[in-house]
């Protein structure tokens, strides 16, 4: 790309009042429909903007206000390309076929800010997104699907969040791969990131990717804004372990909304996560090693269901008391606070107290500690 043009493509995602697919409509017209570049585009009267584009008021006001701004954006270009970093724009063959085909025209970005090997956009890929708290199995499904990818070439995406996104950047790189971090911040302050990684960068094997203005500091709401560019990038998506809530919840359920083929893990016995309602909503249920499991939740007969339900309800009971509304909330089983309530009155180890609402309790949980000075764990095994 030509240098005096990447200062008007940082500008156009600057520009304030117009969303992606409003910015991405104007490259469009701009460069292909009427052959121009985007300088010459700013170059043009006031006129020209309303007659050939249709443009008028506040679209005008702030296109002329962006090209005063011009002359930072220079500055700032200059900043990155001399620490190494690349724009790549979405009519560039550098951007990744992946991302636009997930994304379409109406939510993929303008423009890439990167640095190390950018190849990588273009190769296989899968997502491992997960909890930030993540159990000791989600992080180790994580390593197994990380190990999984590096084996078959395939790059791992991931967005740099403690927990599973951090162990499967761990894992792609101790399993010689080729991963990619997805940043919640603008390039430039990630500075510590890029040393972090500086051998993986230079070797080829790590590709730092933002979509956010390059001097953007990290911020929640950037955080939510780039899980869509994760799930965007990968042409499979694993999931390690969700909660019912948060940026795993909605980037799967959104999806499964656009019929994206999602594997979930299959959750073991007393599991407090929502993977289980993934799978009910659509999701492909895998195990431990990511392969496939035909009908997850057709395998098991009643009885065995319901001595699986026991056993959740028993670990989940031993040390609190609960409505029926609370212990279906948190072991994620499907039934109507009637059916757990009459479910744990006819089970003789549950306690049931009366209150509003009715309350339930383990009644091992009320054996006298006779021997008070001995530690607390020999009652909880």
Do not use: C
């Not at 009910?280 to 249920?285: R, S």
């Not at 001595?307 to 609960?322: A, C, G, P, Q, S």
């Not at 909330?329 to 499907?334: G, L, P, S, V």
């Amino acid at each position: 790309m030509i240098m005096s043009e990447i200062p008007y493509w940082i500008g156009l995602t600057q520009l304030k009042g117009w969303n992606i697919e409003k910015i991405n409509k104007l490259i469009i017209s701009v460069l292909h429909e009427n052959k121009l570049s985007l300088e010459e585009f700013f170059n043009l009267s006031i006129t020209e903007w309303s007659e050939k584009f249709l443009l008028q008021g506040n679209d005008i006001v702030a296109l002329l206000n962006l090209k005063i701004e011009i002359p930072n954006f220079s500055f700032l270009t200059e900043e990155l390309l001399l620490q190494g970093f690349e724009i790549i724009t979405i009519n560039s063959e550098d951007y990744s076929a992946t991302l636009k085909s997930n994304l379409k025209l109406k939510h993929s970005p303008p423009v890439l800010y990167v640095k190390g090997n950018k190849k990588i956009l273009n190769e296989k890929s899968i997502a491992i997104v997960g909890s930030r708290n993540a159990s000791e199995v989600s992080l180790k499904f994580t390593d197994n699907i990380a190990k999984m990818a590096s084996e078959q070439f395939k790059v791992v995406v991931s967005g740099f969040a403690k927990g599973v996104d951090r162990q499967a950047l761990d894992s792609a790189i101790k399993y010689i791969g080729h991963s990619v971090i997805v940043l919640p911040q603008g390039v430039l302050t990630f500075a510590s990131g890029i040393r972090q990684y500086y051998n993986e960068i230079v070797r080829g094997d790590l590709l730092v990717l933002s979509t956010f203005f390059p001097k953007a500091p990290w911020s929640v709401q950037l955080a939510m804004a780039r899980n869509p560019i994760i799930y965007g990038l990968a042409d499979e998506i694993y999931v390690a372990q969700s909660d019912e809530k948060g940026g795993t919840w909605a980037g799967v359920t959104d999806g499964l909304r656009k019929d994206r083929t999602i594997y979930v893990r299959y959750p073991e016995r007393g599991e407090l996560n929502a993977n289980l309602k993934l799978i009910q909503k659509g999701a492909k249920a895998v195990d431990f090693d990511g392969n496939l499991i035909e009908e997850p939740l057709k395998d098991v007969a009643p009885a065995d269901k319901d001595e699986e339900i026991k056993t959740r309800v028993y670990d989940l009971l031993k040390d609190k008391e609960l409505s029926s509304v609370e212990i279906i909330k948190r072991t994620n089983i499907e039934w109507s606070a009637r059916k757990m309530t009459d479910f744990l009155k006819s089970l003789n180890d549950i306690k049931t107290i009366k209150g509003k609402p009715i309350k339930f309790r383990y009644k091992f949980s009320e054996e006298p500690q006779l021997f008070v000075s001995e530690p607390q764990e020999i009652y909880e095994k």
